[in-house]
């Protein structure tokens, strides 16, 4: 597809779980940024990869959260020990030089 | 620290009417100001942005104007439609750090 895809687009987990989140961004886009939105909120950054360079991690919110690129391209956001405020929608972002970012349609976490 | 302030919260605007969202930072490292439109269940679209070289820049309906003295920037929406009811989303970036942080959001409502 054209666009960033991100899977699964719902994800419910019992308290306590580990989950994984998939991003596939645009072919080509040397930057991907992983944001949260809380219902009715704006969007926190979390993680931001640039090429080959050293992640930015500094809007992770707990060691529970932790995030890979794998091969420039795919990207995993795992989140270990889910709670109850890990609730959110969680966004990926891919972005060429140009620093104009694309989002992906979301995965809609909620755990109970 | 809110690194971008956005206002107001909610607009309700006429159909045919301008619509002015604004928004105000405080670090002058920022170097790229862009505009997001997100729909419900949807993830955000990038809509316009400026760099700080010009004061203002237009495309179609859509406006933003860049006061640098007062960093300060807004977005207007010219002959507002019903189509475009949606939260919008100001963001900020520097070269140094280019994760992008938004702004609160806010809610348009434009009335048939």
């Known amino acids: 597809g054209a666009g960033v895809s991100q899977s699964p687009s719902n994800k419910v987990t019992e308290k306590g779980k580990d989950v994984e989140l998939r991003c596939d961004p645009i072919?080509?886009?040397?930057?991907l940024y992983w944001y949260r939105q809380s219902l009715g909120q704006g969007l926190e950054f979390l993680i931001y990869?640039?090429?080959?360079?050293?992640?930015?991690k500094s809007g992770l919110p707990s060691d529970r959260f932790s995030a890979e690129r794998t091969g420039g391209s795919v990207s995993t956001l795992t989140i270990q020990r889910t709670q109850q405020e890990d609730s959110a929608v969680y966004l990926c972002a891919s972005s060429p030089r140009s620093r104009e970012a694309f989002f992906g349609q979301g995965t809609r976490l909620t755990v109970v | 620290q809110q690194q971008v302030k956005q206002s107001p919260q909610s607009l309700i605007v006429q159909k045919g009417g301008i619509s002015i969202i604004n928004c105000a930072y405080e670090?002058?490292?920022?170097?790229?100001f862009p505009w997001y439109q997100q729909f419900p269940g949807k993830g955000p679209a990038l809509l316009i942005a400026i760099r700080p070289d010009v004061s203002e820049k237009k495309e179609g309906r859509f406006t933003i104007s860049f006061n640098k003295s007062a960093k300060q920037f807004s977005l207007h929406i010219m002959d507002s439609q019903p189509g475009d009811s949606a939260t919008y989303f100001c963001a900020v970036s520097s070269g140094s750090a280019r994760q992008l942080t938004f702004g609160s959001g806010t809610q348009l409502t434009v009335l048939p």
């Open positions: 072919s080509g886009h040397t930057a």
């Open positions: 670090n002058t490292a920022f170097d790229y």
């Open positions: 990869f640039q090429g080959n360079s050293a992640p930015d």
